[in-house]
C-alpha cells in the first residue's frame, strides 16, 4: 500500500489524494504539520531532502516528490495521461505554467491570507503583487476555457486536477472567480468528476 505524507490544507497534496482516489489506489495518509516544522525533522528530511509535502511512498519503500510528478507517474496508463504526444506536451505545458505562474501566486496569497498575514509593508507590497500576478493567471485560464471543456481535448487529464486544486478555493486568498464564468462551468465539471473529495479529505 502507498503511503502519502501530506498536509490536508495543501493544495498540492490534494491533488495527490484526488489521483490516488481516481485511480482506485489504497493508501495511508500520514499528516505532517508544515507549520509546526514537522517536515523539517531528520525523520522526514531523509525521505525528502527538500523538507516539503506531498510525498509519496510507494510499497518497495521508494518515495516520490513533487506533487506535479506524482500526477504524471500516477496517471500512466489512464485517461488523466493522453497516449497522442502533443496532447501529453500540452498536459506538460500547463502542469509547468501552473508551478511558475499559477501556485506562486494564488496558493501563496491564500496561505499568507489564512495562516501568516503580511505584517510590515514589504510583505504586504510583495502579496499585491502576487495578487496581481494570481488575478492575471485566472484571466489566461479564462480565456482558454472559452469553448473547451477542459484545459487539454475533451476530457479531464491531470492538468485539470493539477489546476484546480489552488483555483477552486482561491477565494480563501480573496480572489473572486465570479468574473471568470467559463472558470466556474470548468471548476463545476472537474468538481463532478468520479472520486471527488473536498480539499481537507484525507
Same mark, same amino acid.
Given at each position: 500500500?502507498?503511503?502519502?505524507?501530506?498536509?490536508?490544507?495543501?493544495?498540492?497534496?490534494?491533488?495527490?489524494?484526488?489521483?490516488?482516489?481516481?485511480?482506485?489506489?489504497?493508501?495511508?495518509?500520514?499528516?505532517?504539520?508544515?507549520?509546526?516544522?514537522?517536515?523539517?525533522?531528520?525523520?522526514?528530511?531523509?525521505?525528502?531532502?527538500?523538507?516539503?509535502?506531498?510525498?509519496?511512498?510507494?510499497?518497495?519503500?521508494?518515495?516520490? #516528490?513533487?506533487?506535479?510528478?506524482?500526477?504524471?507517474?500516477?496517471?500512466?496508463? +489512464? =485517461?488523466?495521461?493522453?497516449?497522442? *504526444? /502533443?496532447?501529453?506536451?500540452?498536459?506538460?505545458?500547463?502542469?509547468?505554467?501552473?508551478?511558475?505562474?499559477?501556485?506562486?501566486?494564488?496558493?501563496?496569497?491564500?496561505?499568507?491570507?489564512?495562516?501568516?498575514?503580511?505584517?510590515?509593508?514589504?510583505?504586504?507590497?510583495?502579496?499585491?503583487?502576487?495578487?496581481?500576478?494570481?488575478?492575471?493567471?485566472?484571466?489566461?485560464?479564462?480565456?482558454?476555457?472559452?469553448?473547451?471543456?477542459?484545459?487539454?481535448?475533451?476530457?479531464?487529464?491531470?492538468?485539470?486536477?493539477?489546476?484546480? #486544486?489552488?483555483?477552486?478555493?482561491?477565494?480563501?486568498?480573496?480572489?473572486?472567480? +465570479? =468574473?471568470?464564468?467559463?472558470?466556474? *462551468? /470548468?471548476?463545476?465539471?472537474?468538481?463532478?468528476?468520479?472520486?471527488?473529495?473536498?480539499?481537507?479529505?484525507?
Amino acid at each position: 500500500m502507498h503511503t502519502l505524507y501530506d498536509y490536508l490544507p495543501s493544495g498540492n497534496g490534494y491533488k495527490v489524494r484526488l489521483m490516488l482516489r481516481m485511480r482506485g489506489l489504497p493508501y495511508t495518509l500520514v499528516e505532517r504539520d508544515i507549520l509546526r516544522g514537522e517536515t523539517r525533522t531528520p525523520e522526514f528530511l531523509a525521505k525528502n531532502p527538500n523538507g516539503r509535502i506531498p510525498l509519496l511512498e510507494f510499497p518497495d519503500g521508494r518515495h516520490l #516528490a513533487e506533487s506535479n510528478a506524482i500526477l504524471c507517474h500516477l496517471a500512466e496508463g +489512464t =485517461p488523466f495521461m493522453p497516449e497522442d *504526444a /502533443w496532447e501529453r506536451a500540452q498536459v506538460m505545458h500547463w502542469l509547468f505554467w501552473e508551478q511558475y505562474s499559477h501556485e506562486p501566486c494564488i496558493a501563496t496569497v491564500r496561505h499568507w491570507t489564512i495562516h501568516v498575514p503580511p505584517d510590515t509593508p514589504e510583505k504586504r507590497w510583495l502579496m499585491e503583487q502576487k495578487r496581481v500576478q494570481g488575478l492575471a493567471a485566472l484571466k489566461l485560464m479564462e480565456a482558454h476555457l472559452q469553448g473547451r471543456p477542459y484545459f487539454v481535448g475533451d476530457r479531464a487529464t491531470i492538468a485539470d486536477i493539477a489546476l484546480y #486544486a489552488y483555483t477552486h478555493v482561491a477565494p480563501e486568498g480573496g480572489f473572486s472567480l +465570479t =468574473p471568470y464564468p467559463a472558470l466556474r *462551468a /470548468w471548476l463545476a465539471r472537474v468538481a463532478a468528476l468520479p472520486g471527488m473529495v473536498p480539499i481537507t479529505a484525507g
